[in-house]
């Protein structure tokens, strides 16, 4: 059985490009997870920024495998747009709130750091 390219080209690329965006992510998460013990030994940033590092790795993690799975599916399945089960829907509500939350993570650390660098200043 022949795929039409409409069905899957486009999208083969979007999760190709992420998929190779979340190995230079993987490269520079395990730098920071090796570097920032050992350079930093600031209580704020083993008790603060640690935690939220490892939360938006594992929320990028949850968004790779998920977008992985729904291309597979639909490559296999040859849909366009596969909104007909209930698990692609649960895992759409899913990612939008692992986008949400990496979205209010990463906006802590923006407050965080700024207000640490005005007491500074």
């Given at each position: 059985?022949?795929?039409?390219t ?6 083969l690329?979007t ?5 190779v965006?979340?190995g230079a992510?993987v ?6 997870i090796?570097?920032?013990p050992?350079?930093f030994?600031v209580p704020?940033?083993?008790k603060?920024?640690?935690?939220i590092?490892?939360?938006?790795f594992?929320?990028t993690?949850i968004?790779?495998?998920?977008d992985?799975?729904?291309?597979v ?9 596969p ?10 509500i ?10 209010i993570l990463g906006d802590?650390v923006?407050?965080?750091?700024s207000?640490s660098?005005l007491?500074?200043?």
């Amino acid at each position: 059985m022949s795929i039409p390219t409409i069905y899957s080209l486009a999208p083969l690329i979007t999760v190709i490009v992420e998929c190779v965006l979340y190995g230079a992510y993987v490269v520079i998460f395990g730098l920071a997870i090796w570097i920032m013990p050992q350079k930093f030994d600031v209580p704020s940033v083993k008790k603060f920024l640690f935690p939220i590092i490892i939360a938006l790795f594992v929320l990028t993690t949850i968004n790779i495998a998920y977008d992985l799975v729904l291309e597979v599916y639909a490559i296999l399945y040859a849909i366009s747009s596969p909104k007909e089960k209930a698990w692609i829907i649960a895992g759409q509500i899913i990612n939008q709130i692992a986008f949400l939350i990496s979205d209010i993570l990463g906006d802590i650390v923006l407050v965080h750091v700024s207000c640490s660098i005005l007491e500074v200043v």
